[in-house]
C-alpha cells in the first residue's frame, strides 16, 4: 500500500491523503489569504470523507471536473455538511479564479455520493476481491456524522483517525473505537495541550455569561458554525440560559435534528433548539438584539466574517458587555487579534474594543493525554502523526516511547 501525502502534513488544514493512487481520504481547503488546496489535483477512483468541516470536505466538489465521477463515500451528516460549506464557498469565492469548482460540481455531489452508517462494511474500487479496498466508519467523537476511515486492501489495514475526541461532548461521545490496524494515520492537533476539565469549563462559561446578562450586558459567543455552536446551545441550555442563534449555524443545527442516530443526546438537542431563538437578520434585527443583554451564538468562530461583525460594533465600546471566544484562534485572524491585542478591525478600521473578552477551551479535538491513550492501542503498528503545528515532535515523543512513529511532509510518498 503506498501512502500520498498531498496535505494536512506537517500543518493542520487541507488533509487529502491518497492511497496506491486509486482511493482518495479527505480533500479539504486550508482557510487562508487566498485559500490554500492540496498539492495536486489526484484522479482518483473512489472517495471517502471524515468529517464535514472545510479543512477535509471543502475541496470535494473539485474532484468533479469535466467527465471525471469517482463514488464519494461519507456518513448521512458529512453529505449534507459537505453541501452547506460547498455552497458557502461559492458565495465567498464563487466568481474568483480561487475556488477550483462550479456550482454544476456542487450538484453532482447528489449523483455520485454514497451514503453509510457507522461499523458497517462496504466495497470501494471494486473490492478486496477485484484490488480494490474494503472500507469501514467508526464514529470519531468529533462532530456528527465524523469518522476514523479503516481501509483494508487484503494485506494491510489503514486506519484514518480523522479528527477525533476520547472524551464525552454534549453533542456527541468520545470514540470507543479501536479497529485493528497495521498503519495509524493520526491527527495531532493539540498534541501539546491538556484541556481543561470540561464540566468546569462550561460551569465557568454558564456562570459568566449570566452574570453579565445580570449586570445588564450583552454577551457575543463566536462559534464555528459545525459542531461549537450547537454544544454551546447544548451547555446553554444545561446552565438555564436563552440564546439567540445567528449565521450558518442556524441551518446546520436544523439540519441535524433529522439525523438523531449521529447524536448523544437527541432529546435534549430538541429541548435545546427549543430553548434557543433562530436570527433571521431582516429589518435591522441584528442592532436590535445587540441592544438586549442577551447571549447571542454567531458565526464565525475566528470572527473573520458573518453575522459577527455586525454585532461586534455595537457592543465593542461597553465593558460591560463580553466576548466569549469558544474556540482556537488561528495566528493571524481577527479573532485572535482580539485575544491577543484587545482591538479588531471593523469596517475597515482597527478599532479597540473595551468589552470584556473571555477564552474558553471547547475543543472537539483529543489532547496529548487523548492522543496518547488513543494510540497505546496501537503500540505495534506504525504511526504517521499529521494535521498539527507539532508534528514532528510528536512523532519523536512516540519513538523516546517505543512506538514507530513518523511525521510525513507534504507531498511525500510512503509504502506501508
Not at 216 to 235: C, D, K, N, S, Y
Not at 267 to 287: I, L, S
Not at 317 to 344: F, H, I, K
Request: with cysteine.
Amino acid at each position: 500500500m503506498e501512502l500520498e501525502f498531498l496535505g494536512g502534513a506537517r500543518e493542520v488544514g487541507r488533509s487529502a491523503l491518497l492511497v496506491d493512487g486509486a482511493l482518495l481520504v479527505d480533500y479539504g481547503l486550508m482557510t487562508a489569504e487566498p485559500p490554500q488546496y492540496p498539492v495536486r489535483d489526484p484522479e482518483p477512483e473512489a472517495v471517502v470523507v471524515s468529517h464535514g468541516h472545510l479543512d477535509h470536505v471543502g475541496a470535494v466538489p473539485a474532484l468533479l471536473k469535466g467527465d471525471r465521477r469517482p463514488a464519494i463515500h461519507w456518513t448521512p451528516p458529512t453529505g449534507e455538511l459537505a453541501r452547506t460549506l460547498a455552497e458557502d464557498t461559492l458565495k465567498l469565492h464563487g466568481n474568483s479564479p480561487l475556488c477550483p469548482f462550479g456550482a454544476e460540481h456542487v450538484a453532482r455531489l447528489g449523483e455520485v455520493e454514497r451514503r453509510h452508517g457507522y461499523d458497517e462494511p462496504f466495497a470501494v474500487a471494486g473490492g478486496v476481491d477485484d484490488g480494490g479496498y474494503e472500507v469501514t466508519l467508526f464514529s470519531a467523537g468529533h462532530i456528527p456524522g465524523s469518522a476514523h476511515v479503516l481501509v483494508d486492501d487484503g494485506e494491510t489495514r489503514l486506519l484514518y483517525t480523522g479528527d477525533f475526541h476520547t472524551d464525552d461532548q454534549r453533542l456527541v461521545a468520545g470514540t470507543t473505537a479501536r479497529p485493528d490496524a497495521d498503519v495509524v494515520v493520526c491527527e495531532s492537533t493539540y498534541a501539546d495541550v491538556t484541556h481543561e476539565d470540561r464540566a468546569a469549563v462550561e460551569s465557568s462559561w454558564g456562570d459568566r455569561v449570566e452574570r453579565t446578562t445580570w449586570e445588564g450586558g450583552t454577551v457575543v459567543a463566536p462559534a464555528f458554525a459545525i459542531g461549537r455552536t450547537q454544544e454551546l446551545l447544548l451547555v446553554a441550555a444545561a446552565n438555564g440560559l436563552t440564546p439567540y442563534v445567528d449565521g450558518m449555524g442556524v441551518g446546520v443545527t436544523k439540519m441535524l435534528r433529522r439525523y438523531p442516530s449521529f447524536l448523544r443526546d437527541p432529546e435534549a438537542f430538541r429541548e435545546a433548539m427549543g430553548r434557543a431563538r433562530f436570527v433571521t437578520g431582516r429589518d435591522g434585527q441584528r442592532k436590535r438584539i445587540a441592544a438586549e443583554n442577551a447571549l447571542i451564538v454567531t458565526t464565525s468562530g475566528m470572527l473573520a466574517g458573518g453575522p459577527v461583525h455586525t454585532y461586534l460594533p455595537e457592543i465593542r465600546a461597553n465593558p460591560t458587555n463580553l466576548v466569549t471566544l469558544t474556540g482556537y484562534q488561528v495566528e493571524g485572524t481577527p479573532g485572535r487579534e482580539l485575544q491577543d491585542r484587545g482591538q479588531l478591525e471593523l469596517n475597515g478600521r482597527v478599532q479597540p474594543v473595551s468589552a470584556r473578552v473571555g477564552s474558553y477551551d471547547f475543543s472537539a479535538h483529543a489532547d496529548r493525554g487523548g492522543l496518547e491513550s488513543f494510540l497505546e492501542e496501537y503500540r505495534d503498528a506504525r504511526v504517521l502523526v499529521n494535521h498539527g503545528d507539532r508534528c514532528e515532535a510528536f512523532a519523536a515523543d512516540l519513538r523516546a516511547d517505543g512506538v514507530a512513529a513518523s511525521a510525513p511532509e507534504i507531498g511525500e510518498r510512503i509504502e506501508v
